[in-house]
């Protein structure tokens, strides 16, 4: 058994003396694990490191195990990636998400926001708003995913300003209003109507919704606790969004 592809390196664990096992993401064949033989060496230590993008070729003698991956780097951005905070985080809390979903299950659209998104991780306003739609693809992959299209209420498109708890699904100022204790806002960059960008106040916004529909649908059923990256990613983007003003205040 053979294949050949791109791949995103996620993840690495020692096996053995000098082996690694290898957890990469493909757009094919989606989160694969394959042991490369001296992947402990000084010349492969560099290129197997999370965020990296490497050309694979996995073999086995059958198709259900593990196998071996050969590795030739593509394109080497862990340095970059060691950088900034939002970076050092987001790329360990993509990772985390992604081993959310079923091991060898072909997720090609993930594979290729992840690749956006690690080009664009350095840049926080840019990274925050990102890994919330990453979020949201996950979920939706997973068979949670939100209905922020329409009203749920009225079919509306217009003014949709909340989020049901309940549902999943937009509501609209007029609708939601008499309840807007006990729903969601909206944040302004997820609607379809306005398409603005994100902001601290929509961010701050986003991230706690996500993280009630990744928990109540996800994590809490499977007995899991989110991945500690999220929160570490969550504050970096938060902070360099975080207003002048706000700043000033904290010192």
């Not at 299209?149 to 009225?154: D, K, M, P, V």
Request: hydrophobic share 45%.
């Amino acid at each position: 058994m053979q294949w050949q592809g791109r791949a995103i390196i996620l993840g690495v664990r020692r096996h053995g003396e000098t082996s690694v096992i290898t957890e990469v993401m493909t757009p094919d064949r989606g989160r694969h694990l394959g042991m490369v033989r001296s992947g402990r060496s000084r010349a492969m230590q560099p290129v197997l490191q999370p965020g990296n993008e490497v050309e694979v070729t996995w073999r086995a003698r059958l198709d259900e195990h593990m196998g071996e991956f050969r590795v030739e780097p593509v394109t080497l951005r862990a340095a970059r990636l060691m950088e900034t905070a939002t970076a050092v985080y987001g790329v360990q809390a993509m990772g985390a998400l992604l081993r959310l979903l079923p091991e060898r299950d072909p997720h090609p659209h993930l594979f290729e926001a992840l690749e956006v998104i690690l080009d664009n991780l350095d840049n926080p306003a840019d990274a925050g708003e990102l890994f919330v739609r990453f979020e949201l693809a996950v979920l939706n992959d997973l068979g949670f995913g939100l209905d922020l299209s329409e009203c749920a209420a009225t079919g509306s498109r217009a003014d949709l300003a909340y989020v049901s708890p309940k549902s999943g699904r937009a509501v609209s100022r007029a609708a939601g209003t008499p309840w807007a204790d006990r729903m969601f806002a909206l944040p302004s960059f997820l609607s379809v109507e306005k398409r603005q960008a994100a902001d601290f106040d929509s961010l701050s916004e986003a991230f706690r919704l996500t993280a009630f529909f990744l928990h109540r649908h996800v994590y809490e059923p499977r007995g899991l606790e989110p991945s500690t990256a999220r929160e570490g990613f969550v504050q970096a983007a938060l902070k360099a969004l975080k207003p002048a003003a706000a700043i000033s205040g904290d010192v």
